[in-house]
């Protein structure tokens, strides 16, 4: 089989020329051509600050161990695909490993101050990027979490960060990356002035401009839970990022969809959940199914149900589909998808 290279044909995602989950009904509602998700950015977590690296520590070895992390997130990924996952999300810079966070003091990133890219981050992204291709699952990397991008130097290093990212991907043939740039860019926690949203198509430009024999990965960035993405973001973008979190209300979800197809600057192109922290999986209306039901692909983001310690979110991270919140979400996966686990 060839390696997966995801496609974008109009609001559908394609793996070699294969629409995603082909044929697929769900209650009425095509899942063809989605790209159904989960928030996994700790796959390639590390804290290099020696006051709080404790935090994270093994309860069975009393110590934080990112190679455990990584090859245990490894192990689950198989789990994820037979249950009929197509994508997950990781970031160079991780996501708050206390689920929410206002400060941020741990050390997470896999950018240097310069904006070159630390080798023993990228060899773990490495890892889980050549397993992903084996199970022909999509990838979608973000580069920047605010809370970490104070420690890039200037606009320069974060330039740096952006072109080293996208040629770490072609040198590899990793094309079924696609690259959000940053994380709820307009956010109020990000300090360098380039990843914030009235700028952060610069940086989508710039990564397009980045290309291996005219093939290129695809780019975006995501918006706070409840936002719309801004013109500028919709214009340059491949494909649109929205997030779920905060809103309680299904109807919310699908009036999302509907107003982001209303920005200037939209063209047929996907929109997709890549974080959402409302489930109620077992009901007939949760945010999931209303994204679904709108001809959006949804995204999970569990950060736990006990003290943040058993979810997606929080190290030192159980990967495995080990809790009822997890088992509804995959199990509901696997039944729209038609997968048989």
Known sequence: M????IQIKGEKFHFNDQPTYAGCVWKGHPIEGLLLNSRMVQG?????NPQTVARWAYPDTGKWDPNRNTQEFLDSLSSWRKHGLRAITLNLQGGSPQGYSKEQPWRNSAIALDGSLKPAYMK???????????????VILGIFYFGQDEYLANDDAVRKAVRETLLFLQNGRHWHVMVEIANECD?????????????????????KSINTGGQRNYVSASFNGGAI???????????????????????RITQMVEQTRQVDGYRPMPILFNEDDHFDFDKAENNFAAAVAAGASWGYFDPGESNYKDGFQCPPVNWGINTDRKKAFFQLVAEMTGSRV
Do not use: C, T
Not at 44 to 48: A, Q
Not at 191 to 205: D, G
């Open 44 to 48: 390639i977590y590390d804290d290099e």
């Open 187 to 207: 956010g109020k926690g990000y300090q360098q002035p380039l990843i914030q949203a009235p700028r952060i198509h610069e940086l989508i430009a710039l990564a």
């Open 124 to 138: 773990r992204l490495q890892l889980i990027l050549d397993k992903a291709k084996l199970w022909h699952m999509g």
């Open 229 to 251: 993405p801004h013109a500028n973001v919709v214009r340059e973008s491949d494909f649109l990022l929205l997030h779920g979190n905060g809103v309680s209300d299904p109807k």
């Open 2 to 5: 060839p390696d997966p290279v």
